[in-house]
């Protein structure tokens, strides 16, 4: 797989690549306004948005991303927890962690094993989702 936002489409006669397609969750619209203008830039397809964890399970099992960028803090949940819930649904994304707090303050839950990887709101980019996602 190409590292980066995008993906070889297998068996593409002409090589084209795919966008990476994107649910944002997080319970602050202007965020979330952001992280799509931001991840549209560099090429990710942003199909969806939720403001809570249930809406983020609802929306991955009819979108299908291939990507939930998942706040840590949610009001109905934590965004671990969504994350979990995520990994258990037949066409599972993958996921990346974002919070206004630092890593730090995750520390212990990010260490164990099978952790999304975790990127902090300040530091959101394009191509910091595509290195942490490869």
Do not use: C, W, Y
């Amino acid at each position: 797989m190409r590292a980066g936002p995008h993906d070889s489409r297998a068996g593409s006669d002409d090589d084209r690549l795919v966008a990476v397609s994107v649910l944002i969750v997080d319970d602050h619209a202007p965020f979330r306004a952001l992280a799509r203008q931001l991840l549209e830039h560099d090429g990710f397809d942003v199909v969806g948005e939720a403001a809570d964890g249930r809406s983020a399970v609802e929306a991955s099992q009819r979108l299908h991303p291939s990507l939930v960028l998942l706040d840590v803090q949610l009001p109905d949940t934590d965004g671990f927890a969504v994350a979990a819930a995520l990994a258990g649904l037949d066409r599972p994304p993958r996921v990346v962690l974002t919070s206004t707090r630092d890593r730090s303050a995750f520390r212990s839950r990010l260490a164990e094993p099978g952790a999304p990887p975790f990127i902090n709101k300040a530091d959101l980019t394009g191509a910091a989702v595509a290195a942490l996602i490869g």
